[in-house]
């Protein structure tokens, strides 16, 4: 079965654009994450979707970022407008309904300038 | 709240050798945990959970309640285990997962 995928696999862009992030889970997963890792520190939760809701945005850092999921399969996560700090990889994954193993995507690397 | 620490940043160790990374939690009720891997290149990856008392790889790890730990341990290093290895933890139910920093492991040929 194909794996959780992601894209773009790597972006630069200036302080003060906007950038989205796509993840596909795998299908028939209706778990989705999304979580990050900025440089030197631990990989944080952002988010969990169960198909289209929001089940909980706690580790979501601001306003700037925006993740939806319409639909209930892919996902997008928005930032905008984008600033130094939030450069970093950003990791979405997905998991059965009444799983307990998540599979993660190979992540989208990010950088802001 | 619920944390996961892993003391060391990177670990080396030479071939054949026993490795044993340091994960300690902190977390009030009983928690399910994990360590994650992520090889060269490839994306990241459950290794092992507690609940499953498995060996992957060669890999065990105990949960210590006692101690608050869940170090993971290997009695020979091989090279093809060089990669980063996360400690996570779960409440238990609901997949918000908590991980530690990660500790980069060297298996020195």
């Known amino acids: 079965e194909a794996g959780v995928t992601q894209f773009p696999s790597h972006s630069v862009i200036e302080k003060g654009q906007t950038v989205t992030l796509r993840c596909d889970p795998i299908?028939?997963?209706?778990?989705l994450y999304w979580y990050r890792r900025v440089m030197g520190k631990e990989i944080k939760f952002l988010l969990h979707?169960?198909?289209?809701?929001?089940?909980?945005e706690s580790g979501m850092p601001n306003n700037r970022f925006l993740a939806e999921r319409t639909g209930g399969t892919y996902s997008t996560l928005k930032v905008q407008p984008a600033e130094l700090e939030d450069s970093g990889v950003y990791f979405c994954?997905?998991?059965?309904?009444?799983?307990?193993?998540?599979?993660f995507g190979e992540g989208s690397w990010l950088t802001v300038v | 709240a619920q944390r996961v620490t892993q003391p060391e940043k990177l670990l080396s160790v030479f071939k054949g050798a026993p490795v044993e990374l340091k994960c300690n939690y902190s977390?009030?009720?009983?928690?399910?945990l994990f360590w994650y891997v992520q090889y060269s290149r490839q994306r990241l990856q459950l290794l092992l959970r507690?609940?499953s008392r498995e060996s992957i790889k060669g890999f065990t790890a105990d949960l210590n309640k006692g101690e608050t730990s869940f170090h993971l341990k290997k009695p020979f290093a091989q090279e093809e285990d060089s990669a980063m290895y996360y400690c996570?933890?779960?409440?238990?139910?609901?997949?918000?997962?908590?991980f530690g920093t990660g500790t980069k492991l060297q298996v020195i040929p």
């Open positions: 299908s028939g997963h209706d778990n």
């Open positions: 977390y009030s009720g009983s928690p399910e």
């Open positions: 996570a933890l779960t409440p238990g139910g609901y997949q918000k997962v908590t």
């Open positions: 994954a997905s998991s059965h309904a009444s799983g307990n193993t998540i599979y």
């Open positions: 979707f169960v198909k289209e809701s929001k089940q909980d």
């Open positions: 507690h609940i």
